[in-house]
């Protein structure tokens, strides 16, 4: 069986991540979708809610399973006997961060944990949950990025926030 993790902050999850995650599922036999618990960012939906999401998302791919971690990824990927990490690449500007996570996961778990790159499909190259959240909390159009459920989860937040 090819297992493999899919890490990420999706705060929140966009279509992009959606993409890849499809993706993914079809390369793989298993793919988990793991949520970081980062207690220094102060993210706009908590980790159990982005688990929500993200199950709700996926709930007609049968071989994909949400979780959480906390800490390095190479501990969690341990943890769970899992050896390939799937990351997206949108463009250029992502690479240099990305070649740094990869190599330092690959060298810190003395070679137990690759990372394999899909390129973003060319209409969500340009989307990130950073950019999708500046743009819902002025009220702007979002409908092209996320899933309309979490759309409406995020103008939900916004509103509160009034
Ligand atoms: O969606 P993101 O924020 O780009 O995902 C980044 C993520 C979660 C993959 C990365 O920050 C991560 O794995 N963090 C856990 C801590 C860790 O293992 N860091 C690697 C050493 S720098």
Redesign the pocket.
């Known amino acids: 069986m090819k297992r493999a993790i899919y890490?990420?902050?999706?705060?929140p999850m966009t279509l992009g991540h959606l993409d890849i995650i499809k993706r993914a599922s079809e390369i793989f036999d298993v793919l988990i979708v793991s949520v970081?618990n980062?207690k220094e960012k102060t993210p706009l939906f908590s980790v159990e809610e982005r688990v929500i999401i993200l199950k709700e998302a996926t709930k007609d791919l049968p071989n994909v399973q949400v979780d959480s971690?906390s800490?390095?990824?190479?501990?969690?990927a341990a943890e769970k006997d899992l050896h390939i990490?799937v990351?997206g690449l949108r463009a250029i500007t992502d690479f240099e961060?990305e070649l740094?996570?990869a190599q330092?996961?690959r060298l810190?778990s003395k070679g137990e944990l690759d990372t394999v790159f899909l390129t973003t499909s060319l209409e969500y190259a340009y989307l990130s949950?950073s950019s999708v959240k500046e743009i819902a909390s002025f009220g702007g159009d979002i409908s092209q990025c996320v899933p309309d459920f979490v759309a409406k989860k995020i103008y939900e937040k916004f509103n509160a926030k009034r």
Not at 71 to 76: D, K, M, R, S, V
Request: aromatic letters at 18%; glycine letters at 8%.
């Open positions: 890490p990420g902050s999706f705060d970081l980062n971690f800490g390095l990824l190479i501990n969690y990490a990351r961060y740094q996570l330092v996961n810190l949950s």
